[in-house]
Each structure stands twice: as C-alpha cells, then as structure tokens.
C-alpha cells in the first residue's frame, strides 16, 4: 500500500501563496489516481483536486478552479498543489489520498480514495 506523508501548510496572509507536496513511500506511486481533500472542523472532508497517473486529466473544485494548480512528479514520487490567491475560506486541513485501485479513471468522489496522509493545516488571514 501506497503511504502519504503532506508538508507544506502553514500561515499566509489573504492574496498569498503555498505549495503543499505529497510524498509516497511503499507501493508503486504512478500508477494511481492521486487527490487532494481538505476539512474543517465538524465537516466531512470535500474535494480540492485531482490528478491522473502519469499526470493526465486534472481535475478542480469550482471553488479552487483558477487558483490551485495540481501536479505531480513520479520520479520523486511526489505531488503537489500550488495554492495561489489564497482566501480565508481556504482555511483548512488539506490530506492527499491515493485511488485505491491502479489505473483508475479521475474522481473528486472521496469514498474512491482508500490511503490517506495525516494532513497538513493552512490558515488564511484576512
């Protein structure tokens, strides 16, 4: 089984930017449909975005659409979500997650993503 580890959150003022990664240890990492979720307190988790394997068909939340920019890179085993523009409504706990099948087709349907990291907070002031 793929194992997700994010980093990158952190503080940013309303306007500004992160750029969290995901990086995967055991199992095969491009294979699967990898995205991005995040969560506030006493919510389910939503949709960010997601992306293929071999880096086909992002796919975006219409309220990240413009502003987020997903990516991966397999050789480092690694993905990313560029977050630019950054608003208070952003604020969150972001986790990326793997398709629990290989080779799958891109979804934002949460119940698709069978491995989950630990997450990572960003907080957006105003």
């Known amino acids: 089984q793929v194992q997700l580890v994010e980093s990158g959150g952190g503080l940013v003022q309303a306007g500004g930017s992160l750029r969290l990664s995901c990086a995967a240890s055991?199992?095969?990492?491009?294979?699967?449909?990898m995205g991005w979720f995040r969560q506030t307190p006493g919510k389910e988790r939503v949709f960010v975005a997601a992306i293929g394997w071999s880096g086909r068909n992002p796919l975006y939340a219409d309220s990240v659409k413009g502003r987020f920019t997903i990516s991966r890179d397999d050789a480092r085993n690694t993905m990313f979500l560029q977050m630019n523009n950054l608003k208070p409504e952003d604020t969150a706990v972001y986790s990326c997650a793997a398709d629990r099948e290989d080779y799958g087709l891109v979804t934002s349907n949460l119940y698709r993503y069978g491995n989950w990291g630990q997450g990572t907070q960003v907080t957006v002031s105003s």
């Open positions: 055991r199992g095969t990492f491009s294979t699967y449909v």
